[in-house]
């Protein structure tokens, strides 16, 4: 089975700020790769496919990249509510596994 | 307008099983598959498997399989999945997700179902 390693486990920052949380997979999974945001209480929702392409309606402060193992997630200018629960996952085998999860904290 | 919705709630003993539905709507059904993932409370995505709602096809996780079954009713727009032989570590949130049949990425989920295990 593949492992997705996420760090950092939680981060805190500043309306405004720009942020990066990383993806690293256990073995090459091309660009099969997906974020997920999830607030309190509430579903996930998805961000970004392929690695790099933004999801229909998601604002474009976010944008992906990476290929093969590395990966990360950027928000370039933090808006108060982008504070959430930010996953990985891979779909390039089964199981489609996540990670573990960057909890995103106001400064 | 797409949409997963799923049903309510449950409350079971363990070894009883629990199955949740998921009515689909807004899009031709077999033309994704769903997959399904759940979360304990206060932790991270686990992915449970998926069922291919086209041909029936399914793949579980190993930590599930022979107690889990996924499958799909096209003349509903309905996917369900049943989980048995229930202990305290399955109270979890289930969600159903639509999956991309051609890459298996998930593009929706549903509102996710609390199933919780208790004597």
């Known amino acids: 089975d593949i492992q997705m390693t996420q760090s950092p486990s939680s981060l805190s920052a500043s309306v405004g700020a720009r942020v990066t949380i990383t993806c690293r997979a256990s073995?090459?999974?091309?660009?099969?790769l997906a974020w997920f945001q999830q607030k309190p209480g509430k579903a996930p929702k998805s961000l970004i496919y392929a690695a790099s392409s933004l999801q229909s309606g998601v604002p474009s402060r976010f944008s992906g990249s990476g290929y093969g193992i590395d990966f990360t997630l950027t928000i370039s200018s933090l808006q108060p509510e982008d504070f959430a629960t930010y996953y990985c996952q891979q779909y390039k085998s089964y199981p489609h596994s996540f990670g573990h999860g960057t909890k995103l904290e106001i400064k | 307008q797409v949409q997963l919705v799923q049903s309510g709630g449950e409350v079971k003993k363990p070894g009883a099983s629990v199955r949740v539905s998921c009515e689909t709507s807004?899009?031709?059904?077999?033309?994704?598959?769903i997959s399904w993932v759940r979360q304990a409370p206060g932790q991270g995505l686990e992915w449970m498997g998926w069922i291919s709602t086209y041909n029936g096809n399914t793949d579980y996780a190993q930590n599930v399989q022979g107690r889990v079954t996924m499958t799909a009713d096209s003349s509903t727009n309905t996917a369900y999945m049943e989980l048995g032989s229930l202990t305290s570590d399955d109270t979890a949130v289930y969600y159903c997700?639509?999956?991309?049949?051609?890459?298996?990425?998930?593009?929706?989920w549903g509102q996710g179902t609390l199933v919780t295990v208790s004597s």
């Open positions: 807004g899009y031709t059904f077999t033309t994704y598959g």
């Open positions: 073995q090459g999974i091309d660009n099969y």
């Open positions: 997700t639509r999956m991309l049949l051609n890459s298996g990425r998930i593009d929706l």
